[in-house]
């Protein structure tokens, strides 16, 4: 019943007003590379617009849309579909991860592992993660299903297991390269738990992990050499340097100020009850959780800014285990079902509260402003990848040409397209002197300016 009740309220929430908010730049950038007509090209069209990254989302949805089409409603679909289904393997998941610790009943552990997929479903950072046409849907469900095989291969062996553990550790990966700080954390589980065992199912499991890597070896080069271009030239930027109490801080800006402290006294409650019983599961949880937001912390200060939510998204879903374990480990049964209740009415509070706000249309008020004052125009947008959402909305017909800014493309446009700060994005200096040459201002509206010669 509590499986069925997270699939229902967890589609309810990735589902509702899908359509409404127009397409973001983002998620332009795949659309951009998924419509290719050749698979090809769809790879060749992702390290354009999505550097850094693998091409395994594109791909699946460019055979989405030619499957169901390419509207913003129906790829968005895509996205909640592979949502609903990632709520399932939370489940499956969680489940081997208290099968670790073994001796315990599995009614017991059903009750726990759906009770964590009830809190993650209507959780804010996987709702709001997974009605986006990106590539995260796709990274969560692929991170759950590796999860549940790598765990299932350390406690029970058996060479398919060991296969899927590494197929899925190779497309968490080529979903997003952020799946290597949950894989770093898991392969460094397997070696510390190795110490005392006297069978191998902790090296076959590190073995799979790293079988995965290498199936990626032949794909990877490119994509780092474009990552690390597009590093140095700010792509990250954006990204503010950590205060230090930004691990912690982490959990609570993902499931918001009301859920947050809830969760967080079911999860320490959880470990302290739990912890004679379910030490093996409790530590695997711990690792999973702080790992990953440990690695991008120490990059951050190190390296460069990474410390965002969706960096390491699969890291809430043991903190919600951990709560889910704090409610298993409430005696009453009035009183665990009261627990369960108010942690997902808080988390679904906030997924609601996102849900409500009025969608933005600047993008569509500004092209309708365009439409009306210029039958034909050349278009510069800064920061360039927004070029993409004008690709999406405005008319096939040639009349209206958007292209990425550059100092060439300043020269040669009718219009300048400034959205999302971009005076202060790399190359601001470029786009305030490319600005004096359009003092008329054609349309402004929260993030979006169009000036016009």
Not at 19 to 32: F, H, I, Q, R, V
Not at 133 to 154: D, E, I, K, N
Request: charged share 15%; aromatic share 10%; proline share 6%.
């Amino acid at each position: 019943m509590l499986l069925a009740a997270a699939i229902v309220l967890g589609g309810a929430l990735r589902c509702y007003r899908l359509g409404a908010p127009e397409l973001t730049p983002d998620e332009a950038a795949s659309w951009a590379a998924a419509a290719a007509p050749t698979l090809a090209d769809v790879v060749r069209r992702q390290a354009i617009f999505n550097p850094g990254k693998l091409a395994a989302y594109e791909l699946l949805l460019h055979g989405w849309i030619r499957l169901a089409g390419s509207g913003v409603l129906t790829m968005r679909l895509m996205s909640a579909i592979l949502g609903v289904i990632a709520i399932a393997l939370i489940f499956r998941a969680s489940r081997e991860v208290l099968a670790l610790a073994g001796g315990q009943e599995a009614a017991a552990m059903d009750y726990t592992a759906a009770a964590t997929a009830l809190i993650a479903g209507a959780s804010l950072i996987t709702v709001r993660y997974t009605r986006e046409a990106r590539m995260y849907p796709l990274l969560m469900a692929a991170a759950m299903a590796q999860t549940a095989f790598l765990l299932r291969a350390r406690r029970r062996g058996g060479m398919a297991n060991y296969v899927w553990a590494a197929i899925l550790t190779a497309l968490s990966i080529a979903a997003n390269f952020s799946a290597v700080f949950l894989v770093g954390a898991q392969a460094l589980w397997l070696l510390l738990t190795r110490a005392g065992r006297r069978d191998d199912n902790g090296l076959k499991p590190l073995a799979a992990i790293i079988a995965g890597g290498v199936l990626l070896l032949p794909a990877v080069g490119g994509a780092f050499l474009n990552s690390t271009n597009a590093v140095r030239a700010g792509a990250l930027e954006w990204i503010s340097p950590p205060a230090w109490w930004r691990p912690i801080s982490f959990f609570n800006r993902g499931t918001g100020t009301a859920a947050f402290p809830v969760l967080l006294v079911l999860a320490i409650w959880g470990a302290i009850a739990q912890w004679p019983r379910m030490r093996e599961a409790i530590v695997f949880a711990l690792f999973w959780m702080f790992l990953p937001v440990l690695m991008l912390f120490a990059i951050s200060i190190a390296y460069t800014p990474l410390l965002v939510e969706r960096y390491a998204l699969s890291s809430f879903i043991p903190f919600f285990l951990l709560a889910a374990m704090g409610i298993g480990g409430i005696r009453s049964r009035g009183w665990r079902a009261g627990a369960l209740a108010l942690a997902v009415a808080v988390s679904t509070a906030h997924a609601a509260a996102f849900l409500a706000k009025p969608p933005s249309r600047q993008w569509t008020h500004a092209i309708a402003a365009i439409k009306r004052a210029a039958p034909a125009a050349r278009i510069s947008v800064a920061p360039p990848h927004g070029a993409n959402v004008l690709l999406y909305y405005l008319p096939a017909d040639g009349k209206y040409l958007p292209a990425a800014f550059t100092p060439k493309s300043c020269a040669e446009s009718d219009l300048l397209w400034l959205w999302d700060h971009a005076l202060a994005e790399p190359g601001g200096a470029q786009v305030a002197r490319c600005r004096a040459s359009f003092p008329h201002r054609l349309f402004e509206e929260k993030d979006v300016t169009v000036l016009a010669r």
